[in-house]
């Protein structure tokens, strides 16, 4: 079956409680990189999360290394058996988190959004530009040794062909 189901947390005040909200899309994977299996992860794998920074970089530059297992409030069990209770999940059926982040924003973002709400919460107004036609994103999380888990994503923006 293809398709992502992911949870995308609301930052929030802190005393607001969580909520899960299940989105499911049809994406073209052909292109992706390599799946990882937790037994692949070793030690990184603990209570159905994975604990290792996800490196994302902006045209080259450092744009954020945040814990993926921490302030995770919904481990992968909890996102599998949600989604299942209102859809099958068949062989193949790809269960992402959504949006890595953390509370200690010294890690960076993974998500334009979530820098620029730091950045309004903190400054009053968002630094941080939207991309532009030309611009690359890359993303990877390595193990302890070193090596990449998944394979790099790396995506360029550009202007779509008019018809």
């Not at 990184?44 to 920074?53: G, N, T």
């Not at 709400?117 to 040794?145: C, N």
Request: charged share 20%.
């Amino acid at each position: 079956m293809p398709g992502c189901f992911h949870s995308r947390p609301m930052r929030q005040a802190p005393s607001a409680r969580q909520h899960l909200v299940l989105d499911q899309a049809d994406y073209d994977l052909q292109d992706r990189a390599a799946d990882a299996t937790p037994d692949e992860l070793g030690d990184a794998w603990q209570d159905s999360k994975v604990h290792l920074p996800l490196v994302t970089h902006v045209n080259g530059a450092w744009f954020g290394a945040p814990e993926a297992g921490v302030d995770m409030h919904f481990n992968f069990a909890q996102l599998v058996a949600h989604a299942a209770r209102t859809r099958p999940l068949g062989a193949g059926a790809i269960v992402g988190s959504g949006t890595i982040a953390n509370e200690d924003t010294s890690k960076g973002a993974s998500c334009f959004a979530e820098q620029r709400t730091v950045e309004t919460l903190r400054d009053g107004k968002p630094s941080t530009p939207f991309m532009s036609f030309g611009d690359v994103v890359r993303i990877e999380m390595f193990d302890a040794a070193g090596e990449s888990i998944f394979g790099a994503i790396e995506q360029r923006i550009e202007q779509a062909a008019r018809p």
